[in-house]
């Protein structure tokens, strides 16, 4: 029986689980109870291993030699994702900014 979420995460897009395939499985070996659960526990892994979800819906999977387009597009997919949250918190930063001083 699987100890931790690295253990059932599939190596290989073609391998690749969906979210709910993969809570399933988390239920199964006891790793996670539910979504939000799992959801740490794929952060938490990340720490030490490269798990890919695409945004195309096909699912989790730890990337091999034939997924590097994949790895490229997740690499790309999330520093898009990392700089729309600084441009999100520069604004919130200058709201908290203009209420503390009056300005609005």
Do not use: W
Not at 11 to 25: C, D, E, Q, S
Not at 30 to 57: H, P, T, Y
Not at 86 to 92: F, H, V
């Amino acid at each position: 029986m699987a100890k931790n979420i690295t253990e059932i995460i599939p190596i290989g897009k073609k391998n690749a689980v969906t979210r709910r395939m993969l809570l399933n499985l988390c239920k199964e070996h006891g790793i996670a109870k539910s979504d939000r659960e799992m959801r740490r526990q794929i952060e938490q892994a990340r720490k030490d291993m490269c798990v890919i979800c695409l945004s195309d819906g096909r699912g989790y999977f730890v990337p091999d030699k034939s997924d590097i387009a994949e790895l490229k597009h997740y690499i790309n997919q999330e520093h898009d994702r990392g700089k729309a949250i600084l441009r999100n918190l520069k604004t919130a930063r200058a709201t908290l900014e203009d209420l503390e001083y009056g300005r609005v």
